[in-house]
């Protein structure tokens, strides 16, 4: 008896799914309808082409294209900064002569690391990637200065303590470093005149 009951069940809950199966499937779009569609008119192309075109950087404005590839390096100071308040606000800014700072305030000390990017190497050796060797160190990169020219200054509190001869970014989590890497050299290939 018990055995009938089971297969009785089993049958029942087979075309029940089956059917709930065919109503999912009868309301969920194809896979031509799930497509984005193309626009079909010819003025809605033209207007995604005109919005594309007015919101493009112009070759000709390198500090715009600096500024934009460093504009993702900042978002991914902003994420960094909410994954691990503990360790401080980072920020990084650049002015018309390609001169950055990177900013980081923790607590009352405030420590700046300023240079050109002009200065700094975007040939293959010119960057290395810094690995989290203890449990609460940050992933980074690091990239070396051409030699001969000014190094990195370091400021703390308003007061020059140092020159480095590398320029080392922190971030939170490896993740966030994957994407900073490549628009930073983006911004270095711009301003050394490579793209």
């Not at 009938?4 to 075309?15: E, M, N, R, S």
């Not at 978002?75 to 900064?81: C, E, G, T």
Request: proline share 4%; charged share 30%.
């Amino acid at each position: 008896m018990t055995k009938k009951f089971i297969l009785l069940a089993a049958v029942l809950l087979f075309f029940a799914c089956k059917e709930d199966g065919e109503n999912a499937a009868s309301t969920a779009p194809t896979n031509q309808e799930a497509l984005v569609k193309e626009p079909t008119s010819k003025s809605t192309k033209e207007e995604n082409l005109a919005n594309l075109k007015a919101r493009a950087i112009d070759e000709g404005d390198t500090f715009g294209r600096v500024n934009n590839s460093l504009g993702s390096i900042t978002k991914q100071f902003v994420m960094s900064n909410r994954m691990k308040p503990q360790d401080g606000k980072r920020s990084i800014f650049v002015d018309e002569k390609f001169t950055i700072i990177v900013r980081h305030e923790n607590g009352e000390d405030v420590t700046d690391l300023k240079v050109n990017l002009k200065n700094l190497n975007q040939q293959n050796g010119g960057m290395r990637l810094i690995p989290e060797k203890e449990l609460d160190d940050l992933p980074g990169f690091a990239i070396s200065v051409i030699d001969g020219k000014p190094g990195v200054e370091v400021i703390k509190n308003g007061e020059k303590i140092g020159e480095e001869r590398e320029l080392k970014i922190f971030m939170a989590d490896r993740s966030l470093i994957e994407q900073a890497v490549p628009a930073f050299l983006q911004a270095l290939n711009v301003v050394h005149g490579r793209t």
